[in-house]
């Protein structure tokens, strides 16, 4: 089965300083890796995504995943944190056995930006 | 061009009640997928169909149900409502699951359901 681990529950960063959110898979096929955005009481806003193109991968607002099939990570990063960018951060692996695509989703990392 | 919509925005239901649940996908989508996510938790896979038919079914009880229109738009059911019901239910469509690619999926702002 296709899993994800967020290895941090809670990351708090200072404005302007760099933002790194881990991320661990396991697959037993080549994933299709992505990464969704919640804000408070709102719906899920992809981020970027990885389906073995490049493997560094470039998404919304300035973040950014590398997939490394060696350390089967993709870390989501930001060269500097804004305000705007406090949120719930998931994870996720899209599950493609049966016929579908069910994404399955890490448990999520609450990004706190401080001034 | 409009997004996901799934209404009602809110609901409030006593334990053993049912509930229904709409979603109307992105124009030109023809997949919706629903999920459930308590509180804290990630969303959890419910089912997903794909022009009518269902594709996939995750780990919840047959309580749920679902089913999705010749237009495209989507209902889930649950019915004898639980305490543990009580979530955000997410809709997402996209085009076909699966065709050699990977479609993203888009999510509507969710329900909010609260069981009583």
């Known amino acids: 089965a296709q899993s994800v681990t967020q290895l941090d529950s809670h990351v708090s960063v200072s404005e302007g300083t760099p933002v790194l959110l881990r991320c661990n898979y396991s697959s037993s096929y080549s994933p299709s890796l992505f990464w969704y955005v919640q804000h408070p009481n709102k719906g899920l806003q992809l981020l970027l995504k990885?389906?073995?193109?490049?493997?560094l991968v470039k998404g919304i607002n300035g973040f950014e995943a590398e997939f490394k099939k060696s350390e089967t990570s993709f870390h989501l990063t930001k060269p500097s944190a804004h305000m705007s960018d406090a949120a719930e951060y998931f994870c996720?692996?899209?599950?493609?056995?049966?016929?579908?695509?069910?994404?399955?989703f890490g448990t999520g990392t609450q990004l706190k930006v401080e001034l | 061009d409009a997004g996901v919509t799934q209404s009602p925005t809110h609901l409030i239901k006593t334990r053993g009640q049912h509930v229904t649940l709409r979603c109307s996908p992105i124009?030109?989508?023809?997949?919706v997928s629903w999920y459930q996510q308590v509180l804290g938790q990630g969303p959890q896979f419910i089912f997903q169909?794909?022009?009518?038919?269902?594709?996939g079914r995750g780990n919840f009880p047959d309580r749920f149900s679902a089913r999705q229109f010749p237009n495209y738009s989507s209902e889930l059911n649950v019915n004898a409502l639980l305490l543990g019901d009580s979530a955000l239910y997410l809709c997402a469509s996209s085009l076909e699951p699966t065709s050699g690619g990977v479609y993203e999926q888009y999510f509507g702002p969710g329900t909010r359901l609260t069981v009583t």
């Open positions: 169909y794909y022009e009518k038919e269902e594709r």
């Open positions: 124009s030109g989508h023809k997949s």
């Open positions: 996720v692996v899209t599950d493609l056995t049966g016929g579908g695509n069910k994404l399955t």
């Open positions: 990885y389906t073995s193109a490049a493997t």
